[in-house]
């Protein structure tokens, strides 16, 4: 049944044929062009549609002229080029690319512009590289610390993981390049991703592990998604009758795209009724797919309706008219001076100060003449590594090296490796140890350090395996080769430390008591030591809060707290007894206090929040709360506020988090300048999931609106009541 749209285009396709070739009329709607594309194929041409024909590419229709599908990672840039059929890297010159920050830092930053900016920019540079679909952004919430993959990911909050990944997407999409938003659905771990059963309650998946996919669906549009490794529930992800076919493509109207991730597909005939669209990775020739000669036969043989086939097909066709067949697509552009100008910016917008007793930060280069930077971390370069994150960057600075560039000339810099990382040979997996002997790099750092005006020690974790990478948990919260003792003791000889830490979460501090500064840098991409110089000399005032708790102790976060069931699982299972108390919705339910909370992060100036009101003391489900209030940059230094607002419904039917993330702004302030904030609250988004009528309930009621700095630092709170 074809539409007048459609049938006009037929005709005119029909009319304008040569050699097979489609002539498809580019002003017909985008349904009546995949239909016309589709009534041309035979079963096998959409069967091979729907399942890899390389590493990283589809086939289209060659016959027709319908274009390959080209995907690459990641989240953070247009990652090498591998060989047609392997993992081996091309021997090509023409892919280094620009290395933008981690989407932790991204995230860090609470300026959806930059998400924007950040989308617009990586576009650009997939669109230079001609891929068609950009496996990324990663929005699995951070559950525990433990997980490898966090640093790929936003956080632990689902309000505001979506609403940074939203502004992203639709930047990346508005060039013509599909996102892959992944990794769909509770991937929150490495340790066993592949057989990993989650267990989790249907509240805690709608309020705290959906929510963002569900932005990304139904706010940015996401043209396709990436089916996790895990299960859930007892069947795989990447094709999951439940959350594929109901939830997904039913509920969400998803009209995109389900791709598998490399090599998640386990079954045919549940790939082809589940939902799986595009099945890539699996370790066979591409004939012997599951979603190849298996489907073919299914649908040959009765046991799948061919319908189901014409389905994912038209998907496929839809999302190569959107990309690859979209005439309208720019070119790009590629390690432009814009694109690693943004990654800086980015970067110096996410690096947060945890701490600072102002004696040290901004560094003060006429009292501190003799610096000494201490650690593996000021020389280490992170963005080749970590998994599918891991890029070929045109050049990424090192922290030594923004240091040196930035105050080599007032002060002398000296360095001192301290510690030394044991390496991992990413080919076979073998460890190879340090070159280094660890106890004389210790007491060199610490003579060095005696010697000095002041210590920058940079530290933190890297992308070896069981740290910061794909694949694998961290074993252990604390930091690793000895980190902690080597900075006790340098404090023991210099008391100005700054502790800079490079990870992509959080990582046991307790051992930074005295220390006067802490940095959280985390991997910042190609201009990170320059964005790590400008933030310590205070030519860029700090201004990122984080997205995620810093628990004191790991036992702190609710994933820890139940045993080895929580995490990191039991016979292939892992519960998430603690629900939707993950964060700081555990630590405030717990009272526990982290040591630094979820939305902290200083500035070298100081705000001051004035009295907010509301538009509406009274509001209905349909109403926008609108919050305003005078934010007052009350320092000597010019300087960006993220001011945040939680609500919490005082009398709730059900038990809820104490306060969760409904809102926030990023205000940027001359010193002595005030601004009238404005915070918008649709009232809908305060609902939690009822499981008894397996829906969104909103409860008429009080509510309490709190606004400030930091989920632990709130200014001032007012009531509205719902009606
Ligand atoms: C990762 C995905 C990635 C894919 C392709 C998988 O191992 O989980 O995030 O996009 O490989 O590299």
Not at 460 to 483: F, V
Request: with cysteine.
């Amino acid at each position: 049944m074809f539409s007048m749209a459609a049938i006009c285009c037929l005709t005119s396709c029909e009319n304008n044929q040569r050699n097979g070739a489609l002539y498809l009329d580019e002003s017909a709607p985008i349904d009546s062009r995949v239909e016309d594309i589709l009534d041309r194929l035979t079963l096998e041409e959409k069967v091979a549609l729907c399942h890899a024909q390389s590493k990283f590419s589809s086939p289209g229709v060659q016959r027709l002229g319908v274009p390959e599908l080209w995907m690459n990672d990641g989240p953070f840039g247009v990652r090498s080029e591998v060989l047609y059929n392997s993992w081996t890297k091309a021997d090509t010159n023409n892919d280094s690319c620009t290395a933008f920050p981690a989407l932790t830092v991204l995230a860090s930053s609470w300026d959806t512009q930059l998400a924007a900016k950040y989308g617009q920019a990586l576009s650009e540079e997939a669109n230079y590289r001609e891929k068609d679909v950009q496996l990324a952004p990663g929005i699995n919430i951070f559950r525990t610390p433990l997980n490898g993959r966090n640093f790929e990911y936003m956080g632990e909050d689902p309000f505001l993981v979506s609403k940074m990944a939203v502004p992203y997407i639709r930047a990346i999409q508005d060039n013509g390049v599909a996102v892959c938003v992944k990794h769909f659905a509770l991937n929150n771990q490495e340790y066993l991703r592949d057989t990993i059963n989650v267990e989790v309650s249907d509240r805690a998946l709608r309020e705290i592990y959906l929510p963002a996919f569900r932005a990304a669906v139904q706010e940015g549009g996401a043209w396709s998604v990436m089916g996790s490794y895990n299960r859930f529930r007892g069947q795989h992800c990447t094709h999951h009758e439940y959350l594929i076919n109901d939830i997904l493509k039913g509920e969400w109207g998803f009209d995109g795209v389900l791709i598998s991730d490399w090599s998640a597909t386990k079954n045919a005939y549940e790939a082809a009724m589940n939902g799986l669209d595009l099945e890539m990775g699996t370790l066979k020739p591409y004939n012997d797919y599951y979603m190849a000669d298996s489907l073919l036969y299914l649908v040959r043989s009765g046991k799948v309706p061919e319908s189901v086939v014409n389905d994912k097909a038209r998907r496929i066709l839809k999302l190569n008219l959107r990309t690859a067949m979209n005439r309208n697509r720019p070119w790009g552009s590629f390690n432009s001076r814009e694109h690693t100008d943004l990654a800086r910016s980015i970067a110096e917008q996410g690096i947060v100060l945890l701490k600072n007793d102002g004696s040290l930060l901004p560094v003060d280069t006429d009292k501190y003449r003799k610096i000494a930077v201490i650690g593996e971390n000021a020389v280490r370069t992170h963005a080749s590594n970590g998994g599918a994150a891991a890029l070929k960057p045109r050049y990424e600075i090192t922290p030594l090296e923004g240091i040196r560039a930035r105050f080599g000339n007032e002060s002398e810099i000296s360095f001192a490796r301290g510690y030394s990382a044991y390496n991992y040979s990413l080919e076979d997996g073998t460890v190879l140890p340090s070159q280094y002997d660890n106890k004389k790099l210790a007491d060199e750092a610490v003579e060095l350090a005696s010697e000095s005006d002041m210590v920058i020690f940079v530290g933190g974790l890297n992308h070896n395996w069981h740290q910061d990478s794909e694949g694998y948990d961290r074993d252990s919260y604390g930091l690793p080769y000895g980190q902690p003792e080597l900075v006790e003791r340098i404090m023991e000889v210099n008391e100005n430390v700054v502790l800079v830490l490079v990870s992509g979460t959080a990582v046991d501090l307790r051992f930074s008591d005295a220390v006067p500064a802490i940095v959280q840098a985390w991997y910042c991409g190609s201009e990170s030591g320059n964005a790590i110089a400008s933030v310590l000399a205070g030519d860029v005032n700090p201004s990122g809060k984080l997205p995620i708790s810093f628990y004191a102790e790991l036992e702190d976060c609710g994933a820890h707290a139940f045993g080895p069931e929580t995490y990191p699982g039991v016979d292939k299972n892992v519960t998430y007894t603690e629900g939707i108390y993950v964060g700081y919705r555990w630590l405030e339910k717990k009272n526990v206090k982290p040591l630094y909370a979820f939305g902290h992060g200083l500035s070298y100036t100081e705000f001051e929040y004035g009295a907010p009101s509301v538009n509406k003391k009274t509001a209905g489900r349909n109403d926008v709360v609108k919050v305003s209030f005078d934010l007052t940059n009350t320092g000597k230094m010019d300087g960006a506020e993220v001011s945040q607002v939680y609500v919490s419904q005082v009398n709730p039917s059900v038990d809820r988090p104490v306060k969760e993330l409904k809102g926030f702004a990023k205000t940027f302030l001359k010193s002595g300048e005030t601004a009238s904030v404005e915070i918008s609250l649709p009232v809908g988004e305060w609902a939690f999931w009822d499981e008894a009528s397996d829906g969104w309930k909103l409860e008429p009621g009080e509510y309490v609106i709190s606004v400030g700095a930091a989920s632990d630092d709130i200014k001032h709170t007012l009531n509205v009541t719902v009606k």
